[in-house]
C-alpha cells in the first residue's frame, strides 16, 4: 500500500505560477512511476505528467514547457513545477504512483492522493 498527500494548490492569476507537491509514504519503493493527473467537473481524470524510476520525464502536449515534474528519492516528494499558468488548467490536480513496476502508462492501476484544487483566473 502507498499513501499520497497532496499540497499547494491554490488560486493565481493566469501567467502565474504554483508548485504542488506529493508526499508519498508506505511501500515506496522507487521501481514505480508517478504521475500527475487532473480532473475538472463531470470528467475523468488526465494524465498531466509522468516520471519513471530512473527519473526520465514526460508532459501531455498541453503543457508540455509550461508543466514540469520531479521527484525527491530520499524524501520520498513528488513535485509539479506549474508556470504560465492558464485557466484551462484550472482543475483537482491529484498525484498518482503505479502498483506495479513497469512501463508507464497513464491507464494502468494506481494509488491515488485525494487531490487539491487549482484555480486559474483570467
Known amino acids: 500500500q502507498v499513501q499520497l498527500q497532496e499540497s499547494g494548490g491554490g488560486s493565481v492569476q493566469a501567467g502565474g505560477s504554483l508548485r504542488l507537491s506529493c508526499s508519498a509514504s508506505?511501500?515506496?519503493?522507487?521501481?514505480?512511476?508517478m504521475y500527475w493527473f487532473r480532473q475538472t467537473p463531470g470528467k475523468d481524470p488526465e494524465g498531466v505528467a509522468a516520471i519513471d524510476p530512473a527519473g526520465r520525464t514526460g508532459t501531455v502536449p498541453s503543457v508540455q514547457g509550461r508543466f514540469t515534474i520531479s521527484k525527491d528519492t530520499n524524501d520520498n516528494i513528488l513535485y509539479l513545477q506549474m508556470t504560465s499558468l492558464k485557466p484551462e488548467d484550472t482543475g483537482m490536480y491529484f498525484c498518482?504512483?503505479?502498483?506495479?513496476?513497469?512501463?508507464?502508462?497513464?491507464?494502468?492501476?494506481?494509488?491515488w492522493g485525494q487531490g487539491t484544487q487549482v484555480t486559474v483566473s483570467s
Open positions: 498518482a504512483a503505479d502498483r506495479d513496476s513497469g512501463v508507464c502508462y497513464y491507464s494502468t492501476s494506481k494509488y
Open positions: 508506505g511501500d515506496t519503493s522507487s521501481n514505480k512511476c
